[in-house]
């Protein structure tokens, strides 16, 4: 068995949980739902960032980056 919590929802958390509670959960599912749902958007959240970190200090992707850039430039029709 997990631990047990007391919580004070907001108007707009309290929606929320009506809403997941009428898909047939239980107040505890959908509440055990939500928690680990929010830790999950926030590690892909900063993967995402280390992602992004990474590339931009990636000086031969800059390179790339910036050459294909260029290229399209080029190609690009006239205006």
């Known amino acids: 068995m997990g631990a047990a919590i007391s ?3 907001d108007e707009e958390a309290v929606r929320a949980l ?7 959960m239980t107040r505890s599912e959908a509440i055990r739902l ?4 929010a ?3 926030l590690r892909e ?3 995402l960032a280390d992602e992004v970190a990474a ?8 390179a790339e980056m910036l050459a294909v ?3 399209m430039e080029k190609l690009r029709a006239p205006r």
């Open 39 to 41: 830790a999950s958007r």
């Open 69 to 71: 850039a260029d290229l």
């Open 18 to 24: 009506r809403q997941l509670e009428a898909t047939g």
């Open 55 to 62: 590339l931009e200090a990636d000086v031969d992707d800059r």
């Open 7 to 9: 919580v004070r929802l």
């Open 45 to 47: 959240k900063r993967s």
């Open 34 to 37: 939500a928690l680990v749902a």
